[in-house]
T-cell receptor, first 108, second 113 residues
Framework: AQRVTQPEKLLSVFKGAPVELKCNYS??????LFWYVQYSRQRLQLLLR??SRESIKGFTADLNKGETSFHLKKPFAQEEDSAMYYC??????????FGEGTQLTVNP | EPEVTQTPSHQVTQMGQEVILRCVPI?????FYWYRQILGQKVEFLVS????????KSEIFDDQFSVERPDGSNFTLKIRSTKLEDSAMYFC???????????FGPGTRLLVL
């Protein structure tokens, strides 16, 4: 069955420290993965897609098919990065399967 | 920048009542979705809609649920007879044909008493 796992519900780092939010998936086909971010009281917003291989707000994510992972990384966290982060997998058709989310807190 | 909008932002209803949640997708988008998130749980897919018909639905989307695009702008989710367990945040999303990025609305928080 298709599944997305984010093992950390909460992650706390200090400003300027590196941050990595973990995402693992299980999918029998060719996966298409996304990271969405939800700032306090705001809507879910796309942060990045693995197909684009882009860096948004200093975040990057690399699809590792061998480890079935799509971890989100940023070398130097900022306080404004504090938010809820969701990893999502697009299945056949177009539905998204979400992970449980990781609440990131960046402390000053 | 155009955004998906949803109304109402909050709705409280009695068990057994019908509710209609409304969404206005981004105007040139072709694919429409409903998701829900029960408090403390993950965001779950309910249904997708394209070309005026349901293209995919989850096991959650039973006969109590229906969707409609009554005009060129609105996309609605109806729950015919609400249950306590329908209490959740309901998100609408839309996208163009490609890329397949889904844009989400701010959500409607539904509370069934």
């Amino acid at each position: 069955a298709q599944r997305v796992t984010q093992p950390e519900k909460l992650l706390s780092v200090f400003k300027g420290a590196p941050v990595e939010l973990k995402c693992n998936y299980s999918y029998s086909g060719s996966p298409e993965l996304f990271w969405y971010v939800q700032y306090s009281r705001q809507r879910l917003q796309l942060l990045l897609r693995h197909i684009s291989r882009e860096s948004i707000k200093g975040f990057t994510a690399d699809l590792n098919k061998g480890e079935t992972s799509f971890h989100l990384k940023k070398p130097f966290a900022q306080e404004e990065d504090s938010a809820m982060y969701y990893c999502a997998l697009k299945q056949s058709g177009s539905r998204l399967t979400f992970g449980e989310g990781t609440q990131l807190t960046v402390n000053p | 920048e155009p955004e998906v909008t949803q109304t109402p932002s909050h709705q409280v209803t009695q068990m057994g009542q019908e509710v209609i949640l409304r969404c206005v997708p981004i105007s040139n988008h072709l694919y429409f979705y409903w998701y829900r998130q029960i408090l403390g749980q993950k965001v779950e897919f309910l249904v997708s809609f394209y070309n005026n018909e349901i293209s995919e639905k989850s096991e959650i989307f039973d006969d109590q649920f229906s969707v409609e695009r009554p005009d060129g702008s609105n996309f609605t989710l109806k729950i015919r007879s609400t249950k306590l367990e329908d209490s959740a945040m309901y998100f609408c999303a839309s996208r163009t044909g490609a890329p397949e990025t889904q844009y989400f609305g701010p959500g409607t928080r539904l509370l069934v008493l």
